[in-house]
Nanobody, 120 residues
Framework: QVQLEESGGGLVQAGGSLRLSCAAS????????MGWYRQAPGKQRELVAI???????NYGDSVKGRFTISRDNAKNTVYLQMNSLKPEDTAVYYC??????????????WGQGSQVTVSS
């Protein structure tokens, strides 16, 4: 089993910044992807950003140029730096990871969710 511990959500004014962190622990042989998704009320969960273990990144169109994802492989931790926040960024942000607990044993895990609220 793998546990994900998220931190860093909160309330910020439009134009402000927040940083989310997500640390993975438990039975980890290798982490392939770590990333963030978000879900606003009444909307589907959408990709925010993901990062592969080689550092390759992918961003949702709505956050490109404003958000930056990074990871510390030694700490099994992924970060999401969110700048120039807009009210439409308000959502619950979920950490997501694809982990191999052993060779050929791969599973997907989700964090508990972190509320990010951007006031206008």
């Amino acid at each position: 089993q793998v546990q994900l511990e998220e931190s860093g959500g909160g309330l910020v004014q439009a134009g402000g910044s927040l940083r989310l962190s997500c640390a993975a622990s438990g039975s980890i042989f290798s982490i392939y992807f770590m990333g963030w998704y978000r879900q606003a009320p009444g909307k589907q969960r959408e990709l925010v950003a993901i990062i592969a273990n080689d550092g390759t990144t992918n961003y949702g169109d709505s956050v490109k140029g404003r958000f930056t994802i990074s990871r510390d492989n030694a700490k099994n931790t992924v970060y999401l730096q969110m700048n120039s926040l807009k009210p439409e960024d308000t959502a619950v942000y979920y950490c997501h990871t694809i982990v191999a607990s052993a060779p050929l044993e791969t599973n997907t895990y989700w964090g508990q969710g972190s509320q990010v609220t951007v006031s206008s």
